[in-house]
């Protein structure tokens, strides 16, 4: 924590949680943000593993906990848990979105508020309010506009978005399940003449990908005497990834050609990377066509039953 004197919990935010077999880590970040909201809500995205015992800790602590009868995506989740949020807390400005395994700052929720509020009286429309850092890498600022740091695509974890935003833009689009929903609802918003604020001071903990250490014929690469470590991420995710990059260039890329020309190569150049050094190219590579061949046939929601089974390959 940044400070000792934690302020008191923000009568504006209420907090979500979207959890797929979760931790014992939970029920502490229940905890800190029960000392910052109104309140807690925990969506459970159908987990296969028995978390019975760390939810009812949870609920014990003081937080709702909703449980969706099976894993249905990151988006329909936090849909569900910030109507469910908004609805037990009339008053409520404010939801913050989180992830099971972000960690915030004690005073996250106020420089998050005390940030919409200056940006506001600055005459800056805003739709979202988003952290200055994310797992200590700074993120992308657009422009400074009337003294506000104005950002550019965040992650989901750690937004504040406003009732006011969540009526009128809509919730999340559950058909993308995973990956690319936080920049499909920036690119939204950004068409809807909504900015993007970043909170000056705030710190996201957040897991950006799992490392690996790439190989050449069986060795480990090695550059200036050192093992080399790359990010990717689990390797379900890259038919999301590739499925995603084409549904959101066939929603955006007219209006915003240069950006989807600039997000497609960077794309294609990691997945050249993952599939040149990763042990398992082959599973990734089946993995990304599938998922293009999905996007191009518009398929949306959860992967089919015959991709999964290349995932256990």
């Known amino acids: 924590m940044h400070r000792t004197d934690r302020p008191a919990p923000s009568t504006r935010v209420v907090a979500v949680i979207s959890a797929f077999n979760p931790g014992p880590a939970l029920l502490d970040a229940c905890t800190s943000l029960l000392s910052q909201t ?3 809500t925990i969506v459970d995205d159908g987990s296969t593993a028995d978390v019975t015992e760390i939810l009812d800790a949870c609920a014990a602590a003081g937080c709702q906990v909703v449980l969706l009868g099976q894993n249905s995506g990151i988006a329909a989740a936090l849909n569900a848990g910030v109507d469910t949020a908004f609805d037990s807390e009339p008053g409520a400005e404010f939801v913050l979105t989180l992830d099971q395994d972000s960690t915030l700052q004690g005073d996250y929720v106020e420089r998050a508020v005390a940030a919409y509020d200056a940006a506001t009286t600055a005459g800056v429309r805003v739709g979202l309010v988003a952290p200055h850092s994310v797992e200590g890498l700074p993120s ?50 950004t068409d809807a003449g909504f900015e ?36 990717r ?31 497609t190569a960077l794309d294609a150049r990691h997945f050249a990377i993952v599939l040149a050094l990763s042990p398992n190219r082959l599973t990734l590579a089946r993995l990304l066509v599938a998922g293009w061949r999905d996007g191009v046939r518009g398929r949306q929601g959860r992967m089919p039953a015959s991709v999964e089974q290349i995932t256990r390959a």
């Open 38 to 40: 109104m309140s807690v």
């Open 140 to 189: 992308r600022v657009a422009e400074v506009r009337n003294g506000v740091v104005l950002g550019l695509e965040p992650i989901q974890s750690g937004l504040v978005i406003p009732r006011s935003v969540w009526r009128d833009a809509g919730p999340f689009r559950a058909g993308l399940f995973i990956d690319s929903v936080d920049t499909e609802y920036f690119m939204r918003l």
């Open 196 to 231: 993007t604020v970043l909170a000056a001071g705030t710190h996201l903990g957040h897991s950006l990908g799992g490392r690996f250490h790439p190989t050449i014929f069986g060795r480990r690469l090695r550059l200036g005497g050192r093992d080399v470590s790359l990010v």
């Open 233 to 263: 991420s689990a390797p379900f995710r890259y038919y999301y990834l590739a499925r995603n990059r084409v549904l959101m260039n066939r929603a955006f890329g007219a209006r915003h050609r240069a950006w989807s020309v600039r997000e």
